[in-house]
């Protein structure tokens, strides 16, 4: 062990409080004034928020929610997905993704992903398609969209619906001029706001987006029991409510959300341009490619030699490094009935062992992105 070091810069690996003092007055006028109104569940701030968002997103209908898992369980229950069912979904992703499809009774059918991107593997999808398939899951993983075309042209002819998981890529968008926004492109589009999103709550919220009026108007009911008027249900939902502070607070930062996705972005190219200049790229470090339109790097996630010593090495230095995801879904415990072995899927087995995400968020100085590469450096160089 090095015990030269000297000492270096601690970089927290979120600055949440940061991000609140940039709205902090706009926050607090509007807690109060909630707070004095007595209308604490759904509202007009959450219709106000709709509106804001399915404008942002280009999309007919943003429905607020109570988190992102929940806006994943509500589209497939909005689709009738259940027993008996097929749901494919990319191995390599956070646990909501398949999770949703688990609790609805319904099979989680796991593919790959492209190795460059970390987003589904089309191809496999194609290969998995069965007469149950009802759904497809692509994932906008660290904030890119998946590889949307190819993916709708290969489903769409089989009647399966293309729910996509844009938790980590609110704001992201397809390159050209046709281009759509990501959770605006699929059937269904479901957007997390937990706190360290791009986007991010105080608390746990969530939207469904669709361009579909019949789903929104059932999705929108499933949201409330499933009631149609005051204590009378036609279908069985739950309670997937968001409240009007978190609107409020989600309105307030949506102005700003473009320029905070551009400051991760800046950041992203510096990292890039440090790696290389310290001599990281590419023996020891791989650096994430924008592939797929604008990339909006909810994580900036490097592939690298020796990543658990690496992991130490940062930790020690107090550098805030996280790796999304260490265990693919398909060897979770909870998933073994479905029978999968190391080997299945290789390249999000890889993925696995290699990944480290680094420090992200707009409020991120140059001092603490040069702490961080220095540290680095200083692993691969001893
Ligand atoms: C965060 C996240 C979710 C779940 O969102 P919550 O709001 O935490 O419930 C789902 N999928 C992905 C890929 C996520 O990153």
Redesign the pocket.
């Known amino acids: 062990m090095d015990t030269t070091q000297t000492t270096t810069t601690p970089v927290p690996p979120l600055n949440l409080a940061a991000n609140f003092g940039q709205v902090r007055d706009e926050v607090l006028a509007e807690l109060t004034a909630i707070c004095e109104s007595g209308y604490y569940v759904l509202g007009p701030k959450v219709v106000a928020f709709e509106e804001a968002l399915s404008a942002y997103c280009g999309c007919n209908h943003a429905l607020g929610v109570s ?6 369980l509500l589209a497939m229950m909005t689709l009738g997905i259940g027993r008996g069912d097929e749901v494919i979904v990319p191995t390599f ?2 646990f ?2 398949a999770g949703c499809v688990a609790r609805l009774g319904a099979r989680p059918v796991f593919c790959d992903i492209d190795p460059e991107t970390y987003n589904l593997d089309v191809g496999q999808v194609e290969e998995k398609l069965t007469t149950r398939t009802k759904a497809v899951i692509p ?1 906008h ?1 660290y904030g890119q969209i998946a590889d949307m075309r190819p993916l709708l042209n290969a489903v769409n002819r089989h009647g399966v619906a293309v729910i996509e ?1 844009a ?2 890529a609110i704001g992201a968008r397809e390159s050209g001029p046709e281009g759509k926004m990501a959770g605006a492109i699929g059937t269904f589009g ?1 957007i ?3 706190p360290t ?1 791009n986007l991010g709550a105080i608390g ?3 939207a469904l987006l669709t361009n579909d009026a019949k789903l929104h108007e059932k999705a929108t009911k499933l949201r409330l029991h499933g009631e149609t008027s005051r204590y009378r249900h036609t279908l069985v939902g739950g309670n997937f409510r968001i409240d009007p502070l978190q609107a409020a607070i989600l309105t307030i930062k949506l102005k700003r959300l473009d320029q905070w996705n551009e400051q991760r972005r800046r950041h992203a190219a510096r990292y890039g341009e440090l790696l290389e200049q310290a001599g990281m790229v590419p023996e020891h470090v791989r650096l994430p490619r924008e592939i797929n339109g604008t990339h909006v790097y ?1 994580q900036y996630v490097v592939r690298v030699a020796r990543r658990d010593d690496l992991f130490k090495h940062m930790q020690e230095r107090k550098i805030g490094v996280g790796i999304y995801y260490p265990i693919p879904l398909h060897l979770q415990e909870c998933f073994a009935y479905l029978g999968h072995k190391p080997g299945d899927f290789p390249h999000a087995e890889k993925a696995a062992d290699e990944v480290l995400g680094l420090p992200m968020y707009p409020e991120l100085t140059e001092t603490q992105q040069d702490a961080v590469v220095e540290a680095i450096a200083a692993f691969y160089r001893r």
């Open positions: 988190s992102g898992t929940d806006a994943l992703t956070f909501a993704t994932v993983l998981d938790a980590q479901c997390s706001f937990y999103k746990d919220a969530g909810h």
